[in-house]
């Protein structure tokens, strides 16, 4: 029997195997002259996946949660008003932080958990005060629930506020165009849609959000997050001259070359267009089983995961008997509602037949915990999807 389950959380996610391989390569000096020309050409790739031609990319050791926190510090002056465009657990803790480095924040909240604020409330808010920052939480990984971030940002832009997207569970799968969308700072983390081990963090700042931070008046108050100590090294490497602020992560920098590589390789409206496909045939097979999703409507969906309830009378221990049919899923996150749903993640290198084996599992996980269904329903509309 192969020992091998599929990972099909939302984040880490499947790796490819040329990526695992880069990984396992033995690391060579930050300095050698192989690394310098790889971590250059990530940083350009990296530009070209946001596509945002003209942004300074960052890549950091660290998870996408110092990629939140550079954005704070950097943008963030005691005193700013910031506004959070709030659909779950993530938008919460980018309040959190945001207050962290001083800023008042205000949150703006659908009146329900699957639900995203409407253009009009958010538009109101931004009205009422004068925020130097908006955040938008691309897809909050904790509902599922995608935001409208071509909207809310030109609202952002034409009101005055630096448009900062929490892309995290979304960029190089979402469709996300950061330069033409007036989006000021975009940032991910390795382990999703970007198809890379855990342990990066990846910011791109566009020119706006530079000038803010070249305009600050009070210091960065968080050493290891400070640009100042950062855009010398960035710049460094993409003039393939390198230079030292802490030790690149140099096996995760080349992996994350590869995948980059390979992302380019696909296309970003390819994949953007594999991405739609593939969720679709979950969501298929997900309402021919019958069972409920926590986004409200198809128009609030991520592409990148799925968050259906557990129907009645099935609660978590299904999760252990997909597991036992070779598919790992993760549970619910979002506090209000965690025991009531769970979360299907398809980003990244997933497959056609990654969906079938993970719907087939999830009816086998369904069929042990008690749900009555004809086998083969949700398969069937997966396959109807995938095969149109
Ligand atoms: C939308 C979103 N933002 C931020 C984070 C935090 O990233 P990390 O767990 O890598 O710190 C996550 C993690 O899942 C996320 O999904």
């Known amino acids: 029997m192969k020992d091998k389950t599929l990972l099909m959380i939302p984040g880490p996610i499947e790796f490819t195997p040329e990526v695992l391989r880069a990984m396992g390569t033995s690391t060579v000096s930050h300095v050698s002259p192989g690394f310098i020309e790889c971590f250059g050409q990530a940083l350009e790739r990296l530009r070209q996946v946001f596509l945002c ?5 960052f890549v950091i050791a660290g998870s996408g949660t110092l990629a939140m926190d550079i954005a704070a510090a950097n943008l963030v002056e005691p005193g700013d ?10 938008g919460d803790r980018f309040g959190t932080i945001l207050e962290r480095y001083g800023a008042t924040v205000t949150h703006v909240r659908a009146p329900v958990i699957g639900d995203a ?13 004068r925020y130097k920052l908006m955040t938008i939480t691309h897809v909050d990984t904790s509902t599922a629930v995608c935001t409208d971030v071509k909207g809310l940002a030109a609202l952002g832009a034409g009101l005055g506020a630096l448009v900062v997207v929490d892309g995290v569970c979304a960029v190089a799968g979402e469709e996300m165009r950061q330069e033409e969308w007036s989006i000021d700072l975009a940032l991910t983390a390795s382990q999703k849609a970007i198809g890379v081990p855990p342990g ?4 791109v700042a566009g020119s706006r959000a530079m000038e803010a931070f070249r305009n600050r008046k009070a210091p960065v108050s968080n050493y290891y997050a400070d640009w100042n100590e950062w855009l010398p090294i960035m710049e460094g490497y993409e003039a393939r001259q390198p230079r030292y602020f802490g030790t690149p992560p140099v096996n995760l920098i080349r992996a994350l070359n590869v995948s980059l590589d390979q992302i380019l390789e696909e296309g970003m409206e390819a994949r953007f267009a594999r991405h739609r496909r593939l969720s679709e045939a979950v969501k298929a097979a997900i309402a021919a089983l019958g069972l409920r999703q926590v986004p409200v409507s198809p128009d609030k969906t991520a592409t990148t995961l799925t968050a ?8 978590r221990k299904m999760l252990g008997y997909v597991k036992e049919a070779g598919v790992v899923l993760a549970g619910g996150l979002h506090p209000d509602i965690k025991t009531q749903y769970f979360r299907i993640g398809h980003m990244g290198a997933a497959s056609a037949s990654d969906i079938l084996a993970t719907v087939g599992a999830i009816e086998k996980g369904l069929s042990q915990a008690g749900y009555h269904f004809k086998p083969g329903t949700g398969l069937a509309a997966a396959q109807a999807v995938l095969m149109a």
Request: aromatic letters at 10%.
């Open 53 to 57: 031609p003209g942004g300074q990319p």
């Open 81 to 90: 008003e910031a506004l959070v465009v709030n659909t779950g657990y993530f």
């Open 117 to 129: 604020p409407t253009l009009e409330d958010v538009e109101a808010a931004l009205k009422e005060h």
């Open 200 to 203: 990066l963090a990846l910011v």
């Open 308 to 315: 259906p309830y557990y129907p009645p009378g099935v609660d």
